[in-house]
Nanobody
């Protein structure tokens, strides 16, 4: 059984930075695709960033317009943890952040980590 576990959330001031991690426990698969979503109170879960195996071309990344230029998604390889480096944080980035992984046609979600941006 595979579980995804997020970590690295917390309270940070506007303009600050946080680095979220998402690691798999149990059976370790090669995740062809991993991404981060977030959900603020009263809002629907929204896409933040994604990383997809691109074969010999390397991983392909994609970002929501709201975080482009501020957030960076990365990983070493398809079996390694995925990270979300978040810089220049804004109060509107406050949410629970979830990672999702897709392996062998199955979708796995983590339990989420709270990020609060406030002065």
């Amino acid at each position: 059984q595979v579980q995804l576990v997020e970590s690295g959330g917390g309270l940070v001031q506007p303009g600050g930075s946080l680095r979220l991690s998402c690691a798999a426990s149990g059976r370790i698969f090669s995740f062809t695709h991993m991404d981060w979503y977030r959900q603020a109170p009263g809002n629907q879960r929204e896409f933040v960033a994604a990383i997809t195996s691109g074969g010999s071309s390397g991983d392909i990344t994609n970002y929501a317009d709201s975080v482009k230029g501020r957030f960076t998604i990365s990983r070493t390889d398809a079996k390694s943890p995925v990270y979300l480096q978040m810089n220049s944080l804004k109060p509107e980035d406050t949410a629970v952040y979830y990672c999702r992984g897709i392996a062998l046609g199955y979708e796995y979600w983590g339990q989420g980590t709270q990020v609060t941006v406030a002065s």
